[in-house]
Antibody
Framework: EVQLVESGGGLVQPGGSLRLSCAASGFTISSYWMTWVRQPPGKGLEWVAN????????NYVDSVKGRFTISRDNVENSLSLQLKSLRAEDTAVYYC?????????????WGQGTLVTVSS | QSVLTQPPSVSAAPGQKVTISCSGSSSNIGSVYVSWYQHLPGTAPKLLIYEDNKRPSGIPDRFSGSKSGTSATLGITGLQTGDEADYYCGTWDTSLRAGVFGGGTKLTVL
């Protein structure tokens, strides 16, 4: 059974840092693009970043460029998102997701999410 | 403000049909396949449609997708109370070099 389990969320002060992790099981992440998506409280889904199968290509939404870093460990079968210089508007549930190996950006498996709260 | 535009809400009676629109531009919907997701608060989003009109295994044929130019549409027939959820369209934007979602549409089954 395919599973994605996020961890690492919590309360952090503005300007602080946090590292989110996503443990995958039931499949080998080395065969898939992986993605982070977030949902701020009361708002819609927002695509955050993705990373190619071998880590050679990474893309970010403009609002997190230079502050967030996506990475993967294909040996450990895990995905990470390093969050720095956090702002109140980064408060959200962060989901990791697997992209289907087809055209476009369809994500067929998602984790349950981890909540990041940026507040003093 | 989302790159893709969806109506904030739609509603219909049980058993009826509803459509949800998603409008974009030539740099996203006009040139890249569209996906649709169902999301219940507190749960993981579920992929309903990919490559404009294909359903993953396990998604009933009550759900359908279509696309014309820079707009896409999700159709749901035989509405059930269990279909009440938020629905999102998503794709890639070739200019932004980033994924994009619509703002989401809340479906109410009256």
């Amino acid at each position: 059974e395919v599973q994605l389990v996020e961890s690492g969320g919590g309360l952090v002060q503005p300007g602080g840092s946090l590292r989110l992790s996503c443990a995958a099981s039931g499949f080998t992440i080395s065969s898939y693009w992986m993605t982070w998506v977030r949902q701020p409280p009361g708002k819609g889904l927002e695509w955050v970043a993705n990373i190619k199968e071998d880590g050679s290509d990474k893309n970010y939404v403009d609002s997190v460029k230079g502050r967030f870093t996506i990475s993967r460990d294909n040996v450990e079968n895990s995905l990470s998102l390093q969050l720095k210089s956090l702002r109140a508007e980064d408060t959200a549930v962060y989901y990791c997701a697997r992209k289907l190996p087809v055209s476009g950006t369809p994500m067929d498996y998602w984790g349950q999410g981890t909540l990041v709260t940026v507040s003093s | 403000q989302s790159v893709l535009t969806q109506p904030p809400s739609v509603s219909a009676a049980p058993g009826q049909k509803v459509t949800i629109s998603c409008s974009g531009s030539s740099s996203n919907i006009g040139s890249v396949y569209v996906s649709w997701y169902q999301h219940l608060p507190g749960t993981a989003p579920k992929l309903l449609i990919y490559e404009d009109n294909k359903r993953p295994s396990g998604i009933p044929d009550r759900f359908s997708g279509s696309k014309s130019g820079t707009s896409a549409t999700l159709g749901i027939t035989g509405l059930q109370t269990g279909d009440e959820a938020d629905y999102y369209c998503g794709t890639w934007d070739t200019s932004l070099r980033a994924g994009v979602f619509g703002g989401g549409t809340k479906l109410t089954v009256l």
